[in-house]
């Protein structure tokens, strides 16, 4: 499988953006998805994840009630769209799949190239 993550950019304090994850290869419905986001001298953070262990989407304390993970099998693309973002959100955003079911990175098998987002004024 393989990933392009896109979408990303300049956003002040309290935009939107929605980022866009597509693959090629075998569908998504295979995998359990996700996104994960990296700021500059911090360890990669997972942000949210659909599982096909249990089918439920969840999504980090950090960004609960702020982000929507969503995505369109027929065409292979997932989506974040994150709203009412802040400073702290400013990384480097990527996109994952693998077929353990699980969440964390440990569970995910193929990467994309990351979209930055920064949040600035």
């Known amino acids: 499988v393989q990933l392009q993550a896109s979408g990303g950019g300049l956003v002040p304090p309290g935009g939107s953006l929605r980022l866009s994850c597509a693959a090629s290869g075998r569908p998504f419905g295979l995998y359990t998805i996700g996104w994960f986001r990296q700021a500059p001298g911090k360890e990669r953070e997972w942000v949210s994840c659909y599982s096909t262990f249990d089918g439920l989407t969840i999504y980090s304390d950090s960004v609960k009630g702020r982000f929507t993970f969503s995505r369109d099998n027929a065409k292979n693309i997932m989506y974040l769209q994150m709203t009412s973002l802040r400073p702290d959100d400013t990384a480097t955003y990527y996109c994952?799949?693998?077929?353990?079911?699980?969440?964390?990175?440990?569970?995910?098998?193929?990467w994309g190239k990351g979209t930055q987002v920064t949040v600035s004024s």
């Open positions: 994952a799949a693998g077929a353990t079911g699980l969440c964390g990175a440990e569970g995910m098998d193929y």
